[in-house]
């Protein structure tokens, strides 16, 4: 049986079977989409609810909005929590509260039913991307992680994808609340399974665990590696600030389309979903070029995200410049094929410069800066600006974001060479049985 060394990968006294770790990754993943599905179902039924409840842009983007900003709100407490206290047990419980707060909008009769039912999918939601990628990055090799950072948090984009997809089919069907329910049920189904096979003492041996005891006597105060140089907090701001371009055309693609293409929701939902489809594609692309190009030149791995802002610049706005028609989608598609692509080379960066110990807190503040910066402001802001001026006009603003996420990451760049060798005379280097204990690329 093939094994997965955890950390450097000359040492082989700690291990993971391969067949177990990608069944690790697996049930994460999916989890992930079913978070996502959850989270992006709204979307697909945004114009039902406007109509039947008489709600303004503003309004609509707000209930998109609290989600993201409960996740920015409560992902690091939960994820510090969940570091101390057991990452799978965790994973299993936020997995229950967000499907169960699901089923809750199915059964909402207003619009503050609804913003309560939305609040708390956010609650439930909140630390499990980062915990989530804390466990896939344990059970595999460091020379895998952006290629996993961006394989892994592509399932966002697939269970956008699905949620857009399936929930403006069932709306279609059956109505908008059994677009809520299917989601919900999806989610109870995978929350109750998830715990029953991953198990805590498989990804984290007692040995593992010994060894990084040790590792954090060599590291004092592993938490101030969270904020400890000027390249690790760059990137998560340079991230977040790209994230408010993808997340927002995600969230109003499919408002978009039934706008100013004149299409039904089935319709709408299942183009925004390709739409989403293509963002989550490059997302993986991007991850696996970063590694391939960047493994011995780690300044590259900052060069090809400030590339991925600057190209989705161009692309969105060149598309939104556009009246409606097979140019501008095609255009819409290319842009948001690397608009995502940062998540790689940022999930990498972050992993790199902080201490495996805090990891999933690493991530969580990670997750903090996307949702604050970009998932949380970005369709509630454009939501405001296309009361003022409509859709179109403000997507076309959108894409200049994009524009201070590359100046932020240019400013990581300057400084990533020199931190990564600080942080490896602090002994972070040095291979004692977890991944996240190798600063090098």
């Known amino acids: 049986m093939a094994f997965h060394p955890i950390a450097d990968d000359d040492d082989g006294t700690v291990s993971v079977a391969r067949s177990y770790a990608w069944i690790v990754f697996a049930l994460t993943f999916g989890l992930l989409i079913s978070d996502y599905m959850s989270r992006q179902v709204l979307n697909a039924v945004f114009p039902l609810l406007k109509g039947e409840w008489a709600l303004s842009d503003g309004q609509l983007g707000l209930l998109s909005g609290i989600v993201a900003l409960m996740v920015g709100l409560l992902t690091f407490p939960l994820s510090l929590m969940a570091d101390r206290f057991g990452r799978v047990k965790s994973l299993a419980l936020m997995a229950m509260l967000w499907s169960l707060a699901t089923l809750g909008c199915a059964l909402a009769q207003d619009y503050q039913q609804m913003f309560i039912a939305r609040f708390m999918v956010g609650v439930g939601e909140a630390a499990y991307g980062s915990v989530g990628i804390a466990v896939v990055i344990s059970v595999f090799p460091k020379h895998m992680r952006a290629t996993l950072a961006s394989a892994f948090m592509a399932g966002g984009m697939f269970g956008s994808v699905l949620g857009m997809a399936l929930g403006g089919a069932i709306a279609a069907k059956l109505g908008w609340r059994w677009s809520f329910a299917g989601m919900a049920l999806f989610g ?59 997340g927002t055309v995600i969230v109003w693609m499919p408002s978009y389309l039934n706008r100013y293409y004149e299409m039904g929701t089935d319709k709408a939902g299942g183009l925004a979903a390709i739409i989403v489809l293509c963002s989550g594609a490059g997302m993986i692309l991007c991850g696996m070029l970063s590694d391939r190009m960047c493994r011995h030149v780690p300044e590259r791995k900052v060069a090809l995200a400030i590339a991925y802002c600057l190209g989705s610049c161009l692309l969105l706005s060149a598309a939104f410049a556009l009246q409606a028609g097979p140019v501008q989608l095609v255009l819409i598609c290319l842009g948001m094929l690397i608009a995502a692509g940062t998540t790689g080379p940022a999930g990498a960066m972050v992993a790199n410069l902080t201490h495996y110990s805090v990891h999933g807190t690493a991530f969580a503040t990670l997750t903090l800066a996307n949702n604050m910066l970009g998932l949380a402001p970005g369709p509630f802001i454009t939501g405001k600006v296309s009361d003022l001026i409509g859709l179109h006009a403000a997507f076309q603003l959108v894409p200049l974001v994009s524009l201070g996420a590359a100046a932020v990451f240019f400013y990581a760049k300057c400084h990533y060479h020199k931190d990564i060798a600080r942080l490896k005379g602090q002994h972070l280097s040095e291979p004692v049985s977890e991944a996240g204990l190798e600063v090098k690329l």
Do not use: D, H
């Open 188 to 246: 109870l189904l995978l929350a109750v399974l998830y715990p029953l096979i991953v198990k805590e003492a498989r990804i984290a041996p007692k040995r593992v665990v010994n060894a990084l005891g040790q590792a954090s006597a060599k590291v004092k105060q592993p938490l101030r590696t969270l904020i400890s140089s000027p390249s690790v907090i760059a990137t998560y701001i340079g991230s977040g600030l790209q994230l408010f371009v993808g």
